[in-house]
């Protein structure tokens, strides 16, 4: 069992910057695949970014490509997303989401675990 907690949302301008952090309990964190995801209103989940076990994979959606950055801190199981250059079509609800794996995914239902998500709302 895996509980998910982020944190880092709120209201900034277009062009600025947040860092959301999402903290996972468990001795496993180490062993799981993170992603980030987004829900505005009206529309379907959608991915934002994944990384593997130990950081050595990421993925993105095009859309976030160049400007947001995910990472994660094994030893304080944490990972994080950063996003610059905010636009306010980034607006959402930020998820973070736990996949046991084995196969990296970019798709929602194949996460086991979630968070109770963030708000980012940008600005123009």
């Known amino acids: 069992q895996v509980q998910l907690v982020e944190s880092g949302g709120g209201l900034v301008q277009a062009g600025g910057s947040l860092r959301l952090s999402c903290a996972a309990s468990?001795?496993?964190?180490?062993?799981?695949?993170m992603g980030w995801f987004r829900q505005a209103p009206g529309k379907d989940r959608e991915f934002v970014a994944r990384?593997?076990?130990?950081?050595?994979?990421?993925c993105y959606a095009d859309s976030v490509k160049g400007r947001f950055t995910i990472s994660r801190d094994n030893a304080k199981n944490t990972v994080y997303l950063q996003m610059n250059s905010l636009k306010p079509e980034d607006t959402a609800v930020y998820y973070c989401?736990?996949?046991?794996?084995?196969?990296?995914?970019?798709?929602?239902?194949?996460?086991?675990?979630w968070g109770q998500g963030t708000q980012v709302t940008v600005s123009s």
């Open positions: 468990g001795r496993t964190f180490n062993s799981y695949i």
């Open positions: 989401a736990a996949d046991a794996g084995p196969y990296l995914t970019t798709t929602p239902g194949r996460y086991d675990y």
């Open positions: 990384i593997s076990s130990r950081g050595v994979s990421t």
